[in-house]
């Protein structure tokens, strides 16, 4: 299983973006998808966790009602959408795999990575 994420870049506060999160070799469907980011200096930290049915998400309480994630199993590909960005929301964003489980996203159980796109949110 590949993971790529696409879609990050430059963009001013308040601005939008749509992640993507793009898997080959194998399917999606039966695993949770995790966002993650990554600021300089800082840790990795969980964005949003979607199950495996797409039925719940959860959000890190840092962007709640910002940002959106969903994810269409034809297309084999898990998306974030970035609302309302703000200064602190840069930093590398990943999409990870827990495979077989229906939720639960932690960086230490994630499985598959991708290798991350860069949001930098500037004036």
């Known amino acids: 299983l590949q993971l790529v994420e696409s879609g990050g870049g430059l963009v001013q506060p308040g601005g939008s973006l749509r992640l993507s999160c793009a898997a080959s070799g194998a399917t999606l469907t039966p695993h949770a998808i995790g966002w993650f980011r990554q600021a300089p200096g800082k840790e990795r930290e969980g964005v949003s966790c979607?199950?495996?049915?797409?039925?719940?998400?959860n959000y890190a309480d840092s962007v709640k009602g910002r940002f959106t994630t969903f994810r269409d199993n034809a297309k084999n590909t898990v998306y974030l959408q970035l609302n309302s960005l703000k200064l602190e929301d840069t930093a590398v964003y990943y999409c990870a795999v827990r495979q077989y489980a229906s939720s639960g996203c932690s960086p230490d159980v994630m499985e598959y990575w991708g290798k991350g796109t860069q949001i930098i949110v500037s004036k």
């Open positions: 979607v199950s495996s049915s797409g039925g719940t998400t």
